[in-house]
């Protein structure tokens, strides 16, 4: 019986699953200092990993590098044990590198970033402050869309009742129904000024 070949995998096409696919450690959050990284082998052979990053003095890294069996994951720890301020805001970059555990070459790799902030609270209060920015900025592009269709029927409305006769005209060939008292007449000016006036303020 003829033995079922493993197709040839191309280096560097292999893909990598990592999660998550961003760090953040708070600095006032000791908790925070230290996350994780789960790597997941879906496939059928198992994996041999590398972690690097772009900034080595800043970070620790627990078991850099390893193995993971077939459709297992491994979990690998990175500490942040540079707490200076000056680093806050600062983003930095992890290279996961996998391969075949029989071969040297990379199939594949995967970057995660990393961030160091000052406050967990902080971030939460950026976020808020950014979704209110947002709802007024939706909320002006309404409002300076122009009239609502509302306004606009009231308008035109209004126009036409200033534009029908006026009771006593006998000489209008528009039906007596139809003409409108002085009072009438007046009050259509008055909310036609209205909705001009809060046309031109949008």
Same mark, same amino acid.
């Given at each position: ?13 292999? @893909? ?97 970033? +990393?961030?160091?902030?000052?406050? +967990? ?53 528009? @039906? ?11 009050? +259509? ?8 006036? +809060?046309?031109?303020?949008?």
């Amino acid at each position: 019986m003829q033995q079922k070949r493993q197709p040839e995998l191309v280096e560097g096409n292999l @893909p990598v699953f990592v999660i998550p696919r961003e760090l953040i450690f708070h600095a006032d959050d000791q908790s925070k200092h230290k996350q994780v990284l789960t790597l997941y082998n879906p496939y059928e052979f198992a994996l041999k990993f590398k972690v690097l990053c772009t900034t080595p003095n800043k970070y620790v890294i627990v078991e850099a590098v390893g193995a993971v069996k077939p459709q297992c994951c491994a979990d690998i720890v990175i500490r942040h044990r540079d707490v200076q301020s000056c680093h806050y805001g600062v983003i930095d970059k992890f290279h996961v590198h996998i391969s075949e555990q029989s071969q040297r070459k990379a199939l594949g790799r995967k970057e995660v970033i +990393a961030t160091r902030l000052p406050s +967990a609270k902080e971030q939460q209060k950026e976020a808020e402050e950014e979704r209110i920015k947002e709802h007024l900025t939706e909320t002006n592009r309404t409002v300076s869309s122009g009239p609502s269709l509302l306004t606009v029927f009231l308008g035109v409305v209004c126009i036409a009742a200033l534009m029908l006769p006026t009771l006593g005209d006998m000489e209008s060939l528009v @039906p007596l129904y139809l003409h409108l008292s002085v009072n009438q007449k007046l009050v +259509a000016a008055y909310v036609l000024g209205l909705i001009t006036v +809060a046309i031109l303020r949008t």
